[in-house]
């Protein structure tokens, strides 16, 4: 069974802040990883992929892989109160495996 | 560029009731995907398609579950009957793969079922 694991949350940053989230898989061969957001009620909606080691920027929000860890996590840089909603990391095995999210509130 | 779209957004059906979920994908990603999101739990994958053929359908829960893709285009995804367990979120997604770059799903906004 291939699983991905995030911590539910809910996690509370102030505005501002750096918001953290992170994600351990467990199938070791997975080569490519994704973080969705998702609103209340809406579709998940996505924000970043990754698929080498290291970091990957793109505007307020950092990627960053560690393959020998197996951990992916994501910075949201100068969190936003619309940043509020529920953080999907997903790991492509064959199909897209999910862990259950992590949800997140920035507060003004 | 339209996304991905679902149609109904939400269905609530009977129990011993049959019903059919569709699914229209980015318009020239081949690949098209089920999943489905029960209540507390994780979004999970039903199946995928290429074009019109089913990749893989290892997801599906039992064979009370019908999934179409004719001509390549929209999709379908049919319950008869339908059981309670069976009520959650269905959403659908696709990609096209470019050489380098992961397959990037892109997910429609769902299809709430709730069976009573």
């Known amino acids: 069974q291939k699983e991905v694991e995030q911590n539910s949350g809910p996690l509370s940053v102030p505005e501002g802040a750096i918001a953290s989230l992170n994600c351990t898989y467990s199938?070791?061969?997975?080569?490519?990883f994704f973080w969705y957001r998702q609103y209340s009620g809406k579709s998940p909606e996505l924000i970043m992929s990754?698929?080498?080691?290291g970091d990957k920027e793109d505007g307020r929000f950092t990627a960053q892989l560690n393959k020998a860890s197996q951990y992916v996590s994501l910075l949201i840089r100068d969190s936003q109160p619309s940043d509020s909603a529920t953080y999907l990391c997903?790991?492509?095995?064959?199909?897209?495996?999910f862990g259950k999210g992590t949800s997140l509130l920035v507060t003004p | 560029e339209a996304g991905v779209t679902q149609f109904p957004s939400h269905s609530v059906i009977e129990k011993g009731q049959t019903v059919t979920l569709r699914c229209d994908p980015i318009?020239?990603?081949?690949?098209l995907y089920w999943y489905r999101r029960v209540m507390g739990k994780e979004i999970k994958f039903l199946l995928h398609?290429?074009?019109?053929?089913?990749?893989?359908e290892s997801g599906m829960p039992n064979n009370r579950f019908l999934a179409e893709r004719t001509g390549g285009t929209y999709s379908t995804l049919k319950v008869q009957p339908a059981e309670l367990e069976d009520s959650g979120v269905y959403f659908c997604?696709?990609?096209?793969?470019?050489?380098?770059?992961?397959?990037?799903?892109?997910f429609g906004p769902g299809t709430r079922l709730t069976v009573t």
């Open positions: 997604a696709s990609s096209q793969p470019m050489q380098g770059i992961p397959y990037e799903q892109y």
């Open positions: 199938d070791r061969v997975s080569q490519s």
């Open positions: 990754i698929y080498s080691n």
């Open positions: 997903a790991v492509e095995g064959y199909a897209l495996n």
């Open positions: 318009s020239g990603h081949d690949n």
């Open positions: 398609f290429v074009k019109e053929s089913k990749q893989d």
